[in-house]
């Protein structure tokens, strides 16, 4: 069976960026760059996603595009006889799991929330009601699984359609209306009264604040968000190497995505900072800045309707495409693994999907009682924490030291395959950086999760 091809490098960056582009880049970097000094903890995350992301994700698109094959056979495909990297495959493959285990419940929430925004149902409502309204949502079973339902048959219906026809296709509209949606969103903010302020709280350098939180904590913080944001570790980049032509380098294509994701994330900060400070709200972190805080803002708005369903919109489509992104990534793997048809391994992975994401949408209501990491916690802290304090990490670990040992593929076929094509090239210096200090500052990070 001969390979499928994506049909554009469009197509290729825009899938690759949706991947990247989450939910965390919306309801974490405003916050905690807001948190950590502004423009000062922009220009470490920036440092950091060239220095740390950037490198891992080239490694990550050359074992994929190398290989021609998914997580678990990239490894066997290019590892030397005898030896065991292909054993990180199955842990990937699990991290693909567990991610989706809990990132479908959390789109279905963002596709609720557009449906009660279109309909109106916020209209009116006091911020202790929009409040009680989140809390019903999450107490209601039939909710959590029907929306969970539907985001999962959405993508593997999708993912059925095959790569061009159906995920590159539906990604690169889902994409471009994505980045539409953000900059109108993102303009309109900026001119309510008052919202400069918030522009000012947000982008501008404030070395006092920094050091009140204490710069350790600043650049900890910006390390971890520069890693995890490009979603690395668990082989969803490298699917996308494997699906692509050899016509540019691979460094190129991976600073046109940092640039996108970071883009896309920047962005957000200028929809929710100037909105929550133009109405005396707190741009709190997490579930509730999206679920509670900014309906509130959206109510107080003129035209509030029209802006929240715009804004819910865009969290679906960031939620969708990282969806899209790691569904490809299972099937093709069922793909390789089994030698299974796209349409055996959709049908399989459908029910298995739904299965699997079960225990996160009843662990708010019928399995509230499992608190597995400590009174007030859920089976989604859980499965968060494994995927990115231990999967993502330590699968980035492996990435790296495959590529740069001689205990691996090594460094000069991971150079050569990465600098095949036009674009900027992999200089032959950076050896003694991504051989010795790269891996340092990973370990780090595997560390500082697991304690943290």
């Not at 039939?142 to 095959?162: N, P, Q, R």
């Not at 070395?207 to 009140?212: L, N, Q, Y």
């Not at 109510?299 to 509030?304: I, L, P, T």
């Not at 996160?360 to 399995?367: F, T, V």
Request: hydrophobic share 50%; charged share 15%; aromatic share 14%.
């Amino acid at each position: 069976m001969e390979r499928e091809k994506l049909g554009s490098r469009m197509g290729f960056i825009l899938l690759s960026a949706g991947c990247a582009i989450g939910i965390g880049n919306v309801w974490r970097f405003p916050y905690i760059t807001g948190l950590y000094g502004g423009g000062v903890f922009v220009l470490f995350y920036l440092f950091f996603l060239i220095t740390m992301g950037v490198p891992v994700m080239t490694m990550e698109f050359a074992v994929g595009r190398a290989s021609r094959k998914s997580i678990i056979r990239s490894y066997t495909e290019l590892e030397k006889p005898g030896q065991k990297w292909h054993l990180h495959g199955y842990l990937g493959m699990a991290g693909n799991y567990l991610l989706m285990m809990f990132y479908t419940t959390v789109a279905g929430w963002m596709l609720y929330y557009f449906y009660q925004m279109l309909t109106g149902r916020f209209a009116g409502k006091d911020a202790a009601q929009v409040g009680a309204m989140f809390q019903e949502m999450l107490e209601n079973p039939t909710v959590l699984m029907t929306v969970m339902i539907v985001i999962v048959v959405a993508g593997i219906l999708i993912c059925s359609m095959g790569l061009q026809k159906g995920v590159e296709r539906i990604t690169k509209v889902m994409m471009s209306l994505l980045l539409i949606i953000i900059v109108v969103l993102a303009v309109h903010s900026l001119t309510l009264e008052g919202g400069m302020e918030g522009l000012k709280f947000y982008l501008l350098p404030d070395f006092a604040r920094m050091k009140e939180v204490g710069i350790w904590e600043t650049i900890t913080a910006a390390m971890n968000q520069a890693f995890f944001t490009l979603s690395l570790g668990i082989g969803a980049m490298a699917i996308f190497g494997s699906y692509i032509d050899k016509k540019r380098t691979l460094l190129g294509e991976s600073v046109n995505i940092a640039l996108l994701d970071t883009f896309v994330a920047i962005v957000s900060g200028l929809i929710i900072f100037p909105s929550c400070f133009a109405f005396q709200i707190s741009p709190d972190m997490g579930p509730s800045l999206i679920f509670i805080t900014l309906p509130n803002v959206f109510n107080s708005m003129a035209g509030g309707r029209v802006w929240g369903t715009l804004f819910f919109v865009f969290m679906t489509f960031a939620a969708f495409s990282t969806i899209l992104a790691v569904f490809e990534n299972i099937i093709s793997c069922c793909m390789d693994l089994f030698h299974w048809s796209r349409k055996k391994s959709c049908v399989f992975n459908l029910f298995a999907l739904i299965l699997l994401s079960m225990p996160c949408a009843l662990g708010y209501n019928l399995w509230s009682a499992f608190q597995p990491l400590g009174e007030g916690s859920t089976v989604l802290d859980l499965e968060d924490f494994a995927v990115s304090n231990v999967i993502l990490p330590i699968g980035s670990l492996c990435y790296l030291l495959f590529c740069v040992t001689q205990f691996g593929w090594g460094f000069d076929k991971y150079r050569e395959e990465a600098n095949i094509g036009e674009g900027m090239k992999i200089p032959k210096w950076i050896r003694g950086y991504v051989t010795y200090v790269l891996p340092v500052l990973l370990l780090l990070l595997i560390i500082m999760g697991l304690v943290g």
